[in-house]
Each structure stands twice: as structure tokens, then as C-alpha cells.
């Protein structure tokens, strides 16, 4: 079959793999008919990601149609069309149990914080992903959830992660009625966000990222306020301004950054100009949310060595929530919000590319050229 080859930093390519086998009871097979490229991707794509091994296939934003199914597996057919979350998750552990499960004990025994995540390194469990032809999903009487026949596949495909996400950031922000959020990035996931956050009744929302393409299309499709922060003085400044010096209710990082919190602008010597912010965004949310505000943090970092302005935090009384979007938990009411039209995922999806074309759909989202907000591959 074919499938996404990662080569090391910055090179990706198609090739021909063995077909996925059935390794224990509850795995199933899913013949991949959606697969997303993520911002998370592009850490791995970067070389940020500790133990990224050159070889293996990276995707967790993918849906298809189940081939196989093991012995107890009992909760999908062949036949079905199926969005699988990114996570990989037993829905047995103590960590399942209660609905975290982005952060599984099974699916991922040796590390500490995260679960298993499909195609994310072996930090992640060292699972291969869905940018391929098949993918085998462990677990598949958990995770992988029947799409209702009358959902679009684009949107579907992005209720895999994308959606969830945006969702959590605003949820774990505490969003009040009336409240002042302002979300820092304007990849998918704060444009997603700054949709979700109206769902929580936000009064004002605001998304500051410099790519100025980035900032026309969240201005349009979440009718909200949005701002280049290459032509502010300060962005805290300006937010501190804006909300008559209180600053905001919430902040959200929707950006990430990586172990050491700055690297992402320099990387085996090239300049990484569109990641120029990394961990600049959490200090900016840090500084610019008022005393006693919420900080949610749904950008990806490394897992140690990260500096915030701890300072600040305890002075001002901030709260800070982050993880790992728990897609499962939240999944049944995005269905409900899509399928009522409250929420367009597809929307974001600018660019279509057969799975041969892996390589350049990488360089086209890593160095967002072509006004790329949101790639799919199809197999
Ligand atoms: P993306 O790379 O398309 O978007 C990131 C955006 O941030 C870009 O538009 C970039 O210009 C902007 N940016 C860079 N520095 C900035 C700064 N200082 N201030 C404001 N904006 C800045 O990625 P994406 O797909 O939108 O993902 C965003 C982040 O969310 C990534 O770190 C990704 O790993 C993470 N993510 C987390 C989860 C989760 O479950 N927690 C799931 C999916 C993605
Ligand atoms: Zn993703």
C-alpha cells in the first residue's frame, strides 16, 4: 500500500509499505479515505519531536471505511465509515474512566503524560498514522465512531481533532457570557477556536497571528476581531488597551512552541519565519489575561525545560488548563453542533491533494504558501 515516509527533518515522502496487519483481537483496519495534515505534523516534520523515527507514517486526522476487524471487536463492522480520534485510548484505565482519553495508560505504557496518538513518534506510543492507504486502530471498539450517513466527509474528517481541540480551548478557558477571549494563532485550531468560543457566549473574540491571509479568512468565517501582532508595538499592550487596562478574561494559545520554547526559530539552521512566535504566544497570554483570568493552553510544547512567567502567574492568580484534546468526551455534541449547522468545519479545508503528493503538501503548509489554512490528503 502507500503511505506517508518520514525521511527525517523537513522530508516526507510517498512510498510502498506493507499492508496493516490485525495484531490483537480488538485492532481493525481502516482503508483511509480522509487524512489531514495537522500543526502538530509539523513538529514532527520540524525534527522537534524526541524520537521520531525515520520510517515510519505519521497522521492522526483521518477517516475511512473499516476492512477488518479482529475477534472482539464489537462496536464497528466492515463496511462502516468511521472518524477515528487521534487519540488512542483502552477506555478501560483509570485515566479513561474519567474521560481523559488523551492521556491513556494502555495505549501508551511507558510514557508518563500522554496516551497513545496514531502517527506521533514513539513519545506516542510509536504508532503508525492514517496519511496512508490503511492504518491498523488498536482499541477499535473505543475510538472510532460511526459517521452519520448525512455528514459531509470534510467535515467529519476534521471532527477528528481539529474541532474537539478548538472546542476544549474554549471550554477548559471557562468562557463566561460576555467575556473578553483572545486567541492567539490563527492556524485552524484558533480559527476553530474563535468559533467555538461564541458557542460559549463570549462577548468579544480576537485572534492575533502576522500572517495577514491567516487574519482576512478568521475575520470572515468567525466574524470576529483579528489583529497582526508584526504591526502592534506590544501585543500586550494592546490588549491591555483594548479592555480598558483590566486585560482579557481568557487567553488561549493556539500555537505551541517546543522543548526548549524557542528553537522553533531555528532548526538545522534554516529559519523557520512562520513559527516565529512558539512559546511568545504563552508569555503574551500569560501577560495579557486580567488577575484572576484563564490561561488555556492547547498548543503543543516538548515535555520539559519550557519557561513561562511563573512570576506573573502567581501574582496575578492565573489559572492555567491545558491537555490534550479528549476527542471521545466531546465528540457527541460536535456531531449535534455540526449537524445543526452551528458549526462548518469544511470551511477551513483549502487545499485537496492526492496522497502521492505528500511532500509538497508538507512544504505548502509548513512554509504557508498558497494561502494554505487546512490541507487534506486522499488516498
Ligand atoms: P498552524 O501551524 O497551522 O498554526 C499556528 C499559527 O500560529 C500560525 O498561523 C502562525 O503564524 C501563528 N503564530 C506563530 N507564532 C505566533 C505568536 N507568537 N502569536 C500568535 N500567532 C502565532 O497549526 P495548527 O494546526 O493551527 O495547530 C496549532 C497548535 O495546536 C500546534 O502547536 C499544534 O501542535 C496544536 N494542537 C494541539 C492539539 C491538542 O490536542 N492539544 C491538537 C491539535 C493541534
Ligand atoms: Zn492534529
Redesign the pocket.
Known sequence: MLAMNYRGPFRVRTDEKPYPKILHPEDAIVRVTRSCI???D??LYHGLVPDTRVGSTFGHEFIGIVEEVGSQVTEIQVGDHVLVPFNIACGKCAFCKQELY?NCHESNPEATAVGGIFGYSHTAGGYDGGQAEYVRVPYANVGPTRIPPEMDPDDAVLLA?VVP?AYQAAEMGGIKKGDTVVI???????IMTAKCAWLFGAGRVIV????EY?LEFVKNYAQCEAYN?RSMEDPVLFIKKTTDWFGADVCID???GDAAGNAMQTITGRKLL?????A??LH?AINSVKKGGIVSI???YGPTDNLIPIGNVVNKGITIRA???SVKRVLPKLIDHVMAGRLNPKGIITHRLPLEEVSDAYRMFSSKLDNCIKPVLIP
Open positions: 495537522c500543526g502538530s509539523l513538529h488523551g481533532d481541540t492567539f494563532g490563527a492556524g485552524p485550531i484558533g492575533i497571528d502576522h500572517l491567516r501582532f493556539a500555537v505551541g512562520l513559527q516565529a512566535g512558539s511568545t504566544a503574551w492547547v498548543g503543543v491537555n490534550q484534546a
